[in-house]
Every structure is written in structure tokens, then in C-alpha cells.
Nanobody, 126 residues
């Protein structure tokens, strides 16, 4: 059984930083891709960032480029999202997701994800 468990969310002031972690079990990082989506109240779930494990290609939503960085620690089976220069509009529940294919992350296809974590809340105050 695949389990994705997020941590690291919290309350931070605008301009601040957070590091999210997603610990994966039952999922081999060598296959497919893994990354992050987020969902704000009243909005659809949107892709944030993903990383393809076969070639380390990374994908970022335009809204977070230059501010967020994704990385994987294969030894720990953990994916991280380093979030800098946070804005109020980054406030959302951040979900870890994993897919069998990297191509799903090029357009952040929600239906292409095979596994989801329950999420961690990120709140950015002004």
C-alpha cells in the first residue's frame, strides 16, 4: 500500500519561508514522478511542482517559479518543497502526489495522479 505523509505546514508571514516534506512508503522513487498540488478554499486543486525520478526533470507552476524548489532524497524516500518569498495567495492545503508517468506533471494533470497524501495546511499572513 502506498502512503504519502506530508508535514511542515504552518503559519508564516508574507515574505517568509517554509519547507514541506512528503515521506513516501510503498512507492519506489525510481519509478514515475512525485510532487505537490495545492487547494485553496473555494478553488480547484492546482499543480505546484513535480519532479521526474528517471531524469530529475522538474516542473513548476508559473506562480511559484523562482520562489519554490523541489528536491528528492532517495535514501529517505522523501520529497521536499522549499518555499521562499511566500505570498498570501500561497495559502492553501498542500498535497503530495505521485504518478506512474512523468508526463502527467508537464500539465499538472490531477486525474493522472495515482496516489495522494492528505495534505498539510500552509497559511501566509500579511
Amino acid at each position: 500500500e502506498v502512503q504519502l505523509v506530508e508535514s511542515g505546514g504552518g503559519l508564516v508571514q508574507a515574505g517568509g519561508s517554509l519547507r514541506l516534506s512528503c515521506a513516501a512508503s510503498g512507492f519506489t522513487f525510481a519509478d514515475g514522478a512525485i510532487g505537490w498540488f495545492r487547494q485553496a478554499p473555494g478553488k480547484e486543486r492546482e499543480g505546484v511542482s513535480g519532479i521526474c525520478n528517471s531524469d530529475n526533470s522538474t516542473y513548476y507552476a508559473d506562480s511559484v517559479k523562482g520562489r519554490f524548489t523541489i528536491s528528492v532524497d532517495n535514501a529517505k524516500n522523501t520529497v521536499y518543497l522549499f518555499m521562499n518569498s511566500l505570498k498570501r495567495e500561497d495559502t492553501a492545503v498542500y498535497h503530495c502526489a505521485a504518478s506512474s508517468f512523468c508526463r502527467e506533471w508537464r500539465s499538472f494533470i490531477v486525474l493522472g495522479m495515482d496516489h495522494w497524501g492528505k495534505g498539510t495546511q500552509v497559511t501566509v499572513s500579511s
